[in-house]
């Protein structure tokens, strides 16, 4: 995807102190662009019969990329998260000084011998030392990718005026995939954090009617991050209070539906975001030891277990689920002499994997 200039950046950066988002971003055609890239090759990782005996699909963000190489070490090696024939992952960056500067989604690619798409979600104002500053969200297969495109949704925050100070919004990427004789349509997509279920549902009914325009008459798996906080991030009262009352705040993450209605529209569409989602165990389990896909770190040095990663299929049968944890101390499968094996800080990224596999019905 073409660079833009850091001189355009200061230019279109400007503009967002008097125009909208969407005012610029139509300035800026990487928004609606996809990258492609075709590096699939046979693997052990994959399904061996995938149109007979299913496939397995992940959902994972990838915080940046950041951990570029001990996140490659972890797909490479973990055997929970076997076979990933998808995975739709947010938080990818490309050219950012955070990340090394690299195209994370086509190194991880090329890496695990994958095709990919990716969609920009943003672009970075904040350090003008990146060379790019792009960061999305992608889909990584095994399959021939047959189309593509990048889907924008309604703004419920201005990230220019936010701390991380962006062009750019929420997005869904839209991918029709070859399975043997069959198709199925997959969508990556990443909810808005700074809003609350109000928000996140205007956004989600608008990727499900674009999904029933581009994906009628065949299977769909849709996943990512759907930032399901059950609070509105904006409010910082609202984390204080339910982070010091945990026990109210795992009866929400148990109930997540009653406060996320994207939930229940996804389900009247169709998707069973239940089957395929690792759900928290039983009421018996304390709240420390449940496993949620995100940890949201607090000022006092705990952590916040919440439920914000989903596999969602339609017209497919989920066989299991689960949450794979992505702490370095759970990693110890990892190879003497890999990057991973030598990893010194607590976590890859902040959300843990979501995988399970899926038959065609």
Same mark, same amino acid.
């Given at each position: 995807?073409?660079?833009?200039? !850091?001189?355009?950046?200061?230019?279109?950066?400007?503009?967002?102190? @008097?125009?909208?988002?969407?005012?610029?971003?139509?300035?800026?055609?990487?928004?609606?662009?996809?990258?492609?890239?075709?590096f699939?090759?046979?693997?052990?990782?994959?399904?061996?019969? *995938?149109e007979?005996?299913?496939?397995?699909?992940?959902?994972?963000?990838? &915080?940046?990329?950041?951990?570029?190489?001990?996140?490659?070490?972890?797909?490479?090696?973990?055997?929970?998260?076997r076979?990933?024939d998808?995975?739709?992952?947010?938080? !990818?960056?490309?050219?950012?000084?955070?990340?090394?500067?690299?195209? +994370?989604?086509?190194?991880?690619?090329?890496?695990?011998?994958?095709?990919?798409?990716?969609?920009?979600?943003?672009?970075? !104002?904040?350090?003008?030392?990146? *060379?790019?500053?792009?960061?999305?969200?992608?889909?990584?297969?095994?399959?021939?990718?047959?189309?593509?495109? @990048?889907?924008?949704? *309604?703004?419920?925050?201005?990230?220019?005026?936010?701390?991380?100070?962006?062009?750019?919004?929420?997005?869904?990427?839209?991918?029709?995939?070859?399975?043997?004789s069959r &198709?199925?349509? +997959?969508v990556?997509?990443?909810?808005?954090?700074?809003? %609350?279920?109000?928000?996140?549902?205007?956004?989600?009914?608008?990727?499900?009617?674009?999904?029933?325009? +581009?994906?009628?008459?065949?299977?769909? !798996?849709?996943?990512?991050?759907?930032?399901?906080?059950?609070?509105?991030?904006?409010?910082?009262?609202?984390?204080?209070?339910?982070?010091?009352? *945990?026990?109210?705040?795992?009866?929400?993450?148990?109930? +997540?539906? %009653?406060?996320?209605?994207?939930?229940?529209?996804?389900?009247?569409?169709?998707? %069973?975001?239940?089957?395929?989602?690792?759900?928290?165990?039983?009421?018996?389990?304390?709240?420390?030891?449940?496993?949620?896909?995100?940890?949201?770190?607090?000022p006092?040095?705990?952590?916040?277990?919440?439920?914000?990663?989903?596999?969602?299929p339609?017209?497919?049968?989920?066989?299991?689920?689960?949450?794979?944890? @992505?702490?370095?101390? %759970?990693?110890?499968?990892?190879?003497d002499?890999?990057?991973?094996?030598?990893?010194?800080?607590?976590?890859?990224?902040?959300?843990?994997?979501?995988?399970?596999?899926?038959?065609?019905?």
């Open positions: 995807m073409k660079p833009v200039t !850091l001189s355009e950046r200061r230019k279109f950066g400007n503009l967002l102190k @008097t125009e909208t988002q969407e005012t610029v971003m139509a300035m800026i055609p990487q928004f609606s662009e996809t990258e492609t890239g075709a699939s090759k046979p693997s052990i990782f994959f399904s061996p019969d *995938p007979n005996s299913g496939f397995g699909a992940m959902v994972f963000n990838i &915080e940046r990329g950041v951990n570029l190489r001990e996140t490659i070490d972890f797909l490479n090696y973990s055997e929970e998260i076979p990933f998808i995975i739709l992952a947010n938080e !990818l960056d490309d050219g950012c000084v955070r990340s090394g500067g690299k195209m +994370v989604a086509r190194e991880i690619a090329e890496a695990l011998g994958m095709n990919y798409v990716y969609g920009l979600e943003f672009i970075e !104002l904040a350090n003008e030392d990146d *060379p790019k500053g792009f960061h999305g969200n992608a889909i990584f297969t095994c399959f021939p990718v047959l189309w593509s495109e @990048t889907f924008r949704l *309604p703004e419920e925050n201005n990230w220019y005026f936010d701390r991380q100070t962006r062009i750019g919004g929420r997005c869904a990427i839209f991918a029709r995939l070859k399975i043997g &198709e199925l349509g +997959v990556s997509m990443h909810l808005e954090n700074r809003t %609350d279920g109000a928000g996140r549902r205007r956004q989600l009914d608008a990727i499900l009617r674009e999904a029933g325009r +581009v994906f009628s008459g065949i299977p769909v !798996l849709m996943g990512g991050d759907l930032n399901t906080n059950t609070f509105d991030g904006r409010s910082v009262p609202a984390i204080e209070f339910l982070s010091a009352h *945990p026990d109210l705040l795992r009866d929400q993450m148990a109930r +997540v539906e %009653d406060y996320e209605p994207c939930l229940k529209d996804a389900g009247k569409a169709g998707f %069973d975001w239940r089957s395929a989602s690792s759900v928290f165990e039983k009421e018996s389990v304390p709240y420390a030891d449940t496993k949620g896909t995100r940890r949201k770190k607090l006092d040095g705990t952590d916040m277990l919440l439920r914000l990663d989903w596999l969602l339609k017209d497919l049968t989920a066989d299991s689920g689960r949450t794979i944890s @992505t702490l370095t101390k %759970d990693c110890g499968f990892a190879p002499g890999s990057a991973l094996a030598h990893f010194e800080k607590s976590e890859l990224s902040d959300h843990n994997a979501v995988w399970a596999h899926f038959r065609f019905q």
